[in-house]
Nanobody, 123 residues
Framework: QVQLVESGGGLVQAGGSLRLSCAAS????????MGWFRQAPGKEREFVAG????????VYADAVKGRFTISRDNAKNTVYLQMNSLKPEDTAVYYC????????????????WGQGTQVTVSS
């Protein structure tokens, strides 16, 4: 059974940092693109960041560019999201996604999804 388990969320003050992790089990994703999405209350799920299978290519939403960094460790079957200079508008449930089938990493076209981890940024 394939599972993606996110961790590292929590409550942080504006300007602070958090590092999210997404550990995969049940199969390896070392040959697959992975990504992070988020969903705030009352809003649709939105793209945050994506990373190619090798880690050599990354893409970010404009709202997080320069503040967030996506990375991966294929030996650990894990993808990370380092979030710096957090803002209250970053408050959301963050989801990890793996094995992209769509044409763009910005679209929520991935086969596998985690259950999400809550990130709350206070002002």
């Amino acid at each position: 059974q394939v599972q993606l388990v996110e961790s590292g969320g929590g409550l942080v003050q504006a300007g602070g940092s958090l590092r999210l992790s997404c550990a995969a089990s049940g199969r390896t994703f070392s040959n697959n693109d992975m990504g992070w999405f988020r969903q705030a209350p009352g809003k649709e799920r939105e793209f945050v960041a994506g990373i190619s299978w090798s880690g050599g290519s990354t893409v970010y939403a404009d709202a997080v560019k320069g503040r967030f960094t996506i990375s991966r460790d294929n030996a650990k079957n894990t993808v990370y999201l380092q979030m710096n200079s957090l803002k209250p508008e970053d408050t959301a449930v963050y989801y990890c996604a793996a094995d992209r089938w769509g044409s763009s990493p910005r679209r929520a076209e991935y086969l596998y999804w985690g259950q999400g981890t809550q990130v709350t940024v206070s002002s």
